[in-house]
C-alpha cells in the first residue's frame, strides 16, 4: 500500500491546525451575542466562513437539509424548522448546566440553522445527548430522502 496518501493526509492535517477558525467578534462592552436560528447570508450553503457564538448544547442543522426540506427553497425550509422548533421547545422547565453552560465559538455557513439547547432537549425528550441523537438520525433520513427523490427525476434533456 502506497503511504502518498497517509502524507498527504497528515499534510492537511498539520496545515489545519496552524490555520486558526476566525474568533467570533465580542461586541463592546463584552457580552457575547449568542446566535440562535436561521443563519441568513448572502453567500450559498456549505462555505463555513461566519464567525459566531451558539449556546452550549446547540445543534447545527446543515444548509442541504434546510434547503431540501423547503423543496429547494432555503427560507421555506427555515419556517418549517422555526415550527419545529417552537413545537419542541422545554415548557418552562429548568434548562441543564450543560444545556446552558458557556457560549461555543463556531464558524458557520449561510442557510444553516442553530437549534438552541432548549429545543434540543425537547427533541430527545427532555434529554440533550438523546436529542443530539435523535436529530442526527433526522438529517440522515432527510438526507437520504432527498437523494432518492433526485435518483428518481428524468435526465436532463440533450440537444
Do not use: C
Request: no cysteine; proline share 8%.
Amino acid at each position: 500500500m502506497s503511504k502518498a496518501p497517509s502524507k498527504s493526509i497528515s499534510k492537511a492535517v498539520s496545515l489545519a491546525k496552524k490555520i486558526a477558525a476566525p474568533e467570533p467578534v465580542t461586541p463592546i462592552g463584552g457580552a457575547t451575542k449568542l446566535h440562535t436560528g436561521a443563519i441568513k447570508a448572502p453567500v450559498a450553503g456549505r462555505t463555513d466562513h461566519l464567525p459566531m457564538h451558539v449556546p452550549s448544547g446547540s445543534y447545527v442543522i446543515p444548509a442541504d437539509i434546510v434547503s431540501a426540506i423547503g423543496e429547494g427553497n432555503t427560507a421555506h425550509g427555515f419556517d418549517i424548522i422555526d415550527y419545529m422548533v417552537k413545537q419542541r421547545k422545554a415548557d418552562g422547565g429548568d434548562v441543564d448546566e450543560m444545556a446552558s453552560g458557556d457560549p461555543v465559538a463556531i464558524v458557520a455557513a449561510g442557510g444553516e440553522y442553530v437549534i438552541p439547547p432548549d429545543a434540543v432537549m425537547g427533541f430527545g425528550s427532555g434529554d440533550l445527548d438523546t436529542g443530539h441523537k435523535a436529530l442526527d438520525e433526522w438529517v440522515k433520513y432527510e438526507r437520504a430522502n432527498t437523494i432518492k427523490t433526485l435518483q428518481k427525476l428524468p435526465a436532463p434533456k440533450k440537444d
